[in-house]
């Protein structure tokens, strides 16, 4: 009788630390879900950035991201105004 009760008390104290575990679990995954729209946002900042990044490039060393998009990769020297406003 004894044993039986030892191993009701252990299963119950199993079931019990399994439950605080899956509760931790929860709560991070709630955590995430509520800063995920913060990391989309600062993903999306990341890449206009770096879009620009790349337009400036372009325009520095004379093409044309336009004239890209239409298929002409021809290089154009910019002019010494347009430098100077870059």
């Known amino acids: 009788m004894k044993?039986?009760?030892?191993?009701?008390?252990l299963a119950l104290i199993g079931y019990?630390?399994?439950?605080r575990r899956h509760i931790k679990f929860l709560n991070q995954v709630n955590f995430n879900q509520e800063t995920r729209h913060i990391m989309v946002k600062h993903q999306q900042y990341l890449?206009?950035?770096?879009?620009?990044?790349y337009k400036?490039?372009?325009e520095t060393l004379g093409y044309s991201q336009d004239n890209i998009n239409k298929g002409d990769y021809t290089k154009h020297?910019?002019?010494?105004e347009?430098?100077?406003?870059?």
């Open 82 to 86: 347009k430098l100077q406003a870059l």
């Open 56 to 58: 400036f490039a372009l």
């Open 47 to 53: 890449l206009e950035h770096q879009i620009d990044t």
């Open 3 to 9: 044993i039986i009760i030892v191993i009701i008390f």
């Open 77 to 80: 020297e910019p002019s010494p």
């Open 16 to 19: 019990i630390l399994e439950q």
